[in-house]
């Protein structure tokens, strides 16, 4: 095996999903099953990949944290255009190249208010890493926590986590879609936070209906054995679970100028970036994250668009 590259100063590691984004954003209510013009762009994309932009926007003034980001992409030139994207963001970025493999990519139609209208994902490249890939991209000496995305497979979740367990690095895990977050229930006491929203909480517990209270929502998942939980709920506020205490953080309401895609991650890593930092759940959700994820609502916040230096296409 390689001799991992060292890592030269106190980071905070993610490992998950990168992919392209391609959103189109229509300027009027959809029509089915008929022509609809729309504008498209492209951006970094992946929940992880996400997470680990947000998090370096937090740190930016940070001189005793980095951020190492870890993911699976293939030997193509958009895995060339995503290393330098996420560079210019200081996000340093430890990729698994795969021979003959394109990098993944998601579509997603939004409506005309902002709103997800189907997405689209080809991202399964992310469930090829494995423990071993991990450990000669970097070593887990300087490592302060880790936050790992269900993007990657069960086996490697598990390996991932006792690794961290054996280091004594707290470890986040952020969901990613109700099925798969079903892979962090076998986890779930190994993980000292989880990030989720209400649709995934309710798959993990498997429960009807999509309803339920908040509040019983996340006694299920303490049931579990998770220890610590943000679970989100859209515009509703943020409920935050330690043990036998439950805070409650608003969402301010904005209106959605750009688009909500990626926001829930924004919040996540802003938070988990926060959190790791040394400031409490409650400061880092109510403080730094729900700021995250509002400038991605409102478009304040803009990831860099990817092989298209004029930002728009028109179709």
């Not at 590259?5 to 209510?29: E, F, M, N, Y």
């Not at 944290?65 to 193509?76: K, N, T």
């Amino acid at each position: 095996m390689k001799n991992p590259v060292p890592i030269s100063q106190k980071c905070l590691l993610v490992i998950g999903a990168v992919h392209v984004d391609d959103i189109a954003r229509p300027d009027t209510a959809l029509v089915p099953r008929a022509s609809n013009p729309v504008t498209w762009t492209r951006y970094i994309g992946g929940v992880a990949a996400n997470a680990a932009c947000s998090a370096a926007r937090s740190l930016n003034k940070s001189k005793q944290l980095s951020v190492e980001f870890l993911a699976a992409v293939g030997d193509d030139a958009t895995a060339q255009q995503l290393i330098q994207s996420l560079g210019a963001l200081n996000v340093h970025t430890r990729f698994k190249q795969f021979d003959n493999t394109s990098t993944g990519r998601y579509s997603a139609v939004m409506n005309h208010d902002g709103e997800l209208y189907i997405g689209l994902s080809d991202v399964s490249l992310a469930e090829r890493l494995t423990e071993s890939m991990v450990n000669e991209l970097t070593d887990w000496n300087g490592v302060e926590a880790v936050v790992l995305d269900a993007n990657l497979s069960q086996t490697c979740l598990k390996a991932l986590v006792k690794k961290a367990t054996e280091h004594k690095i707290p470890v986040a895990a952020m969901s990613v879609s109700p099925v798969k977050t079903q892979r962090l229930v076998a986890l779930a006491g190994e993980i000292d936070l989880l990030i989720c929203n209400r649709r995934e909480a309710v798959a993990m517990l498997e429960i009807e209906p999509v309803s339920a209270d908040l509040d019983i929502l996340a006694e299920g998942l303490l049931e579990l054995g998770f220890n610590q939980l943000v679970l989100t709920d859209g515009h509703e506020p943020i409920l935050i679970k330690q043990g036998t205490k439950a805070t409650r953080v608003s969402v301010q309401h904005v209106d959605c100028t750009h688009h909500v895609n990626g926001a829930g991650d924004a919040l996540a890593g802003a938070t988990f970036a926060a959190w790791a930092s040394g400031l409490s759940l409650v400061d880092a959700v109510a403080q730094v994250g729900v700021a995250a994820s509002a400038d991605i609502v409102t478009g304040r916040y803009t990831p860099p668009l990817i092989d298209n230096p004029n930002g728009i296409n028109h179709v």
